[in-house]
């Protein structure tokens, strides 16, 4: 309730004021009450004639008045002493009109009680326009003129905001929705976003997150990701103008998987789920619109993949063997968080015969063994998704996290005389010489184990990365709820 | 070329070097951190899969343009 009033709108210091709408029949009912009182200043909602035989009766059809006081509901009596709100009250109820306006025999006739109606300031239909008028003004981006005879989506595609697939139009209205979803002030600023080092404000990932197709609620997923990303370790910028294909991905963990519908089981790194499709295409969109990154300027990828696109899966873990992917890194259990990685696409990695966990971890191994070359080591990161049914196994088997990594570590050290360069009849791999020892496919810490999927389907899948460690990129955690 | 700028920003003559595929994704950048001209030199594609030895010849090759680039008056200009 607002207690002062406000400089904007015209109130009188002192007496009754009223707000009204020829809608409500409630108004209707109290049109004579009014009337009777000996002075009371009438803002009326939608008929400007409205109620008749008042003497001070004012327009409120722009609702100016009406926000000013904060009306609810109509009618509204409120009452200023020097300057303050002093009282209101709010419907019809006889008794309690006599005594707050002080008059005795008001309404005699009327019903004793009728409740009143909603203020046209919460009608759905003026919900956008009031949204705009009242917060419009926190918001800092240059405004896009669309002439009226343009296709809005189409407008975009001529400006350069989408990555290939329509854009959601940004208007002030849906950018403002937007920004319910976080406490954060709009021009606070989340990170500074390669290639061209701009700094993006909430606000412009707000609005990134409109472009994409986000609810609100996604918004803090997609700030924690733009902060993760914008890391010298991630390394965006690198990982943008590298001639391999891999781009950002997102594993999401902790309630807020829950909370925003988004799919860890069936086809979790698939299609068809809205939270997951646009959170990941949100960050991707900032790296585009804010950061300047775009394929054939400084993204310089040969070929790139589809989940360039956008690429985020919540993981599985109430199904999972191991604890969530964010607390074996230091994200503390109950709390959310989104993990970036680099990511080329996932590749499927049958094995429907494998009972034990020794077998299984083989061929799991002989699938990260093959990422970026199956000749090279050290180099580049991956990632394994391990679907349900492969996960069982080493859960029956008592396996966690940490051992699954220490059974690969031991089964992915490459035999120098495989990899040697012309070994095999083929010219790449490492020079020769040096010494025999094997040599380790991966940097230590150069993969991550995540679980995801439905529940049939002996396939996990291998994510290949990009050169991991100093000078290439390494996955960042950050915890989503400081964002919310 | 953020390290060109990064040079340059702390009075170290400087230019930039790739190849003959980054031509574009160079220019881009350069718009982007506010150049409209900077001193560079783009060697033949490709790069990776070139011995020592060939990669020594495309420095020997480059060398009298990445010397005149360096000492060009004028260096990258905003």
């Given at each position: 309730m607002s207690t002062e009033r406000n400089a904007a709108v015209d109130l009188p210091a002192d007496g009754l004021v009223a707000v009204v709408k020829a809608d409500c029949p409630t108004c209707r009912l109290v049109e004579p009450v009014l009337a009777a009182l000996p002075q009371v200043t009438v803002f009326t909602q939608d008929d400007p004639g409205f109620p008749a035989g008042i003497r001070d009766r004012r327009d409120d059809t722009a609702l100016d008045t009406s926000l000013a006081l904060e009306v609810e509901t109509v009618p509204t009596l409120v009452r200023f002493a020097g300057g303050r709100e002093t009282g209101r009250i709010v419907g019809w109820l006889r008794e309690e009109w006599q005594e707050f306006t002080g008059v005795g025999g008001l309404g005699a006739d009327l019903p004793e009680y009728r409740p009143g109606c909603g203020s046209r300031t919460l009608d759905p239909d003026m919900a956008e326009e009031l949204l705009v008028r009242t917060r419009g003004g926190s918001l800092r981006s240059r405004r896009l003129e669309i002439a009226a005879l343009e296709d809005e989506v189409e407008a975009l595609y001529d400006r350069g905001f989408s990555d290939g697939l329509p854009v959601v139009p940004p208007t002030?209205?849906?950018?403002?929705?937007?920004?319910?979803?976080?406490?954060?002030?709009?021009?606070?600023?989340?990170?500074?976003?390669?290639?061209?080092?701009v700094e993006a404000t909430v606000e412009k990932v707000a609005i990134n997150a409109v472009l994409a197709g986000c609810r609100p609620e996604y918004l803090p997923v997609v700030l924690a990701a733009v902060e993760a990303a914008c890391t010298d370790e991630f390394n965006a910028h690198g990982l943008l103008a590298t001639t391999w294909g891999a781009g950002p991905a997102l594993c999401v963990n902790g309630p807020i998987r829950a909370e925003i519908g988004m799919n860890w089981a069936g086809n979790a790194?698939?299609?068809?789920?809205?939270?997951?499709?646009?959170?990941?295409?949100?960050?991707?969109?900032?790296?585009?619109?804010?950061?300047?990154?775009?394929p054939q300027e400084v993204d310089r990828a040969a070929l790139g993949h589809p989940g360039k696109l956008g690429f985020c899966f919540a993981e599985d873990e109430e199904g999972s063997p191991f604890e969530p992917l964010a607390q074996s890194r230091g994200v503390p259990a109950g709390r959310s968080a989104v993990t970036v990685f680099a990511a080329e696409g996932p590749r499927g990695l049958a094995d429907q015969i494998s009972r034990t966990p020794e077998s299984l971890a083989r061929s799991l191994a002989q699938g990260l063994r093959s990422v970026c070359h199956w000749k090279l080591p050290g180099g580049f990161d991956a990632s394994l998704v391990l679907c349900p049914e492969h996960g069982r196994t080493f859960r029956e088997a008592g396996w966690d996290r940490a051992r699954l990594h220490r059974e690969l570590d031991e089964l992915l050290l490459l035999d120098r005389a495989e990899i040697t360069r012309g070994a095999g009849g083929i010219a790449e791999g490492v020079p020769a010489g040096g010494s025999a020892r094997p040599i380790p496919k991966f940097r230590p810490g150069g993969y991550m184990i995540m679980h995801a999927g439905g529940g049939a389907g002996m396939f996990s899948a291998i994510v290949g990365g990009w050169a991991g460690g100093p000078g290439g990129s390494a996955p960042v955690t950050r915890e989503v709820d400081p964002w919310r | 070329m953020h390290d060109f700028a990064a040079l340059e920003g702390r009075g170290v003559i400087a230019a930039f070097l790739a190849s003959t595929q980054f031509v574009v994704a160079a220019s881009a950048q350069a718009r982007a951190l506010g150049y409209r001209e900077v001193p560079a030199v783009f060697v033949p594609h490709p790069i990776q899969d070139r011995t020592d030895s060939e990669v020594r010849a495309l420095a020997d090759a480059a060398l009298a343009e990445i010397i005149a680039a360096v000492t060009r008056s004028g260096q990258g200009r905003r």
């Open positions: 002030p209205a849906r950018v403002l929705r937007m920004l319910d979803g976080t406490s954060r002030r709009p021009d606070e600023v989340v990170a500074v976003v390669p290639p061209n080092l790194l698939g299609q068809g789920n809205r939270a997951n499709s646009t959170i990941g295409r949100a960050l991707q969109l900032v790296i585009r619109n804010v950061g300047g990154g775009r | -």
